[in-house]
């Protein structure tokens, strides 16, 4: 196995299983406070990896830029109608959630949803597990980068499938294991991308517009409008702005170093 193999493995792995076990933890801790705010950072590292990292890397490799600003486009657009369809992002019910449902009402939503989540993660997890092979390939720097802003978004995500699958009727260590084998799917996602990009090199600054578009549109049309509903709370405008900041300034100071060598 290459060195860059082994490393793309042990990401997809630190960015499906390890974040499901965290969410896991935090589920059960009910640190909601924790979560919200992990949403604000994630924004920032998701927006300053697609920015400052992925996107300056496709365009710098000599392919046709007209062709990558399409690829960019095109790829937003597929996202919108991928989620118009249901297919890209999936509803998470929970009881409890402040709407005034009969008891029982959350729970019977979230039963038909149960193998839905599943389904839907496992298909999600393995294009993530591509697109982390993709920035690996690019730069093992900006692989790792890329993981890094990958698994803080899968967290808050797992939270939300970990509620679903409880309500669904799964016990804790079901929903646990099941989230777990569809973590695993990063890996084989990883594996995949690597065998086809290795041999396709001419595709790859244009899986990583693809990777960044799906960043951008996860932060502007998933992450951000939850935030702007949560600032109803005293003072908690300055922690998403200081987190989401905080957030690129990670990414901008990995960039600045990683520049340096």
Do not use: C
């Amino acid at each position: 196995m290459s060195s860059t193999l082994a490393a793309i493995v042990a990401a997809t792995l630190l960015s499906g299983a390890a974040s499901v076990l965290i969410a896991a933890w935090l589920s059960l801790s009910l640190l909601a406070a924790v979560v919200q705010r992990l949403v604000s950072l994630s924004a920032g590292l998701l927006l300053g990896s697609a920015i400052l990292n992925l996107l300056p890397e496709a365009f710098e490799s000599g392919a046709d830029l007209r062709s990558l600003s399409w690829a960019l486009l095109v790829s937003i657009i597929a996202f919108f109608t991928l989620e118009k369809f249901a297919v890209l992002r999936h509803s998470h019910h929970h009881e409890h959630d402040g709407h005034g449902h009969h008891h029982g009402h959350d729970r019977d939503e979230a039963g038909p949803a149960g193998l839905v989540v599943l389904v839907g993660d496992t298909i999600h997890n393995t294009a993530d597990g591509v697109m982390i092979a993709a920035a690996f390939l690019a730069d093992p720097a900006l692989g790792w980068i890329t993981t890094a802003a990958i698994a803080a978004h899968e967290i808050p995500q797992e939270i939300g499938d970990f509620i679903v699958l409880i309500n669904a009727g799964y016990t804790r260590r079901r929903a646990l294991v099941y989230n777990l084998l569809s973590g695993a799917a990063a890996v084989l996602g990883g594996v995949v991308g690597y065998l086809a990009l290795e041999h396709g090199r001419a595709l790859l600054p244009y899986v990583l517009v693809v990777a960044a578009a799906s960043f951008v549109y996860v932060a502007l049309a998933d992450l951000i409008p939850g935030l702007h509903r949560e600032t109803r709370r005293d003072g908690e405008w300055f922690w998403q702005f200081a987190l989401m900041l905080a957030g690129v300034g990670i990414i901008a100071l990995s960039t600045a170093l990683l520049d340096a060598h």
